[in-house]
């Protein structure tokens, strides 16, 4: 079983950059899919992106991130991180981390996850 921590979270202006890091403890990351989601106010809860922790190469991105997001790993570290640029208001929300033990071909942002961090609040204003 696997504990999962968000932080990098905060106030940022439009046009401006974050990173965001999920660290995991209790359990290697190597074994998991890991996968970034956000809910915004009133919205529901959007996958934005996910890979297979011990690939990096299986990056998969939503369309409204990609280009402009970035997801990572540190293996030593056990953490993922997520790279945040061209930010704009309307990606303000609640940025939570989410693992779920590798099976089938890849990871996907609509297969069910498990284990869940409690979230990092990101705001876009200037």
């Known amino acids: 079983q696997v504990q999962l921590v968000e932080s990098g979270g905060g106030l940022v202006q439009p046009g401006g950059s974050l990173r965001l890091s999920c660290a995991g403890a209790?359990?290697?990351?190597?074994?998991?899919?890991v996968a970034w989601f956000r809910q915004a106010p009133g919205k529901e809860r959007e996958g934005i992106s996910c890979?297979?922790?011990?690939?990096?190469?299986?990056?998969f991105y939503t369309d409204s991130v990609k280009g402009r997001y970035t997801i990572s790993r540190d293996k030593n570290n056990n953490t993922v991180y997520l790279q945040m640029n061209s930010l704009g208001p309307a990606d303000t929300a609640i940025y939570s981390c989410?693992?779920?033990?590798?099976?089938?071909?890849?990871?996907?942002?609509?297969?069910?996850?498990?284990?869940w961090g409690t979230g990092t609040q990101v705001t876009v204003s200037s």
């Open positions: 209790g359990s290697t990351l190597d074994y998991y899919f």
């Open positions: 989410a693992a779920e033990q590798v099976y089938g071909m890849g990871c996907s942002l609509r297969q069910p996850y498990d284990y």
């Open positions: 890979m297979t922790f011990s690939d990096p190469r299986s990056a």
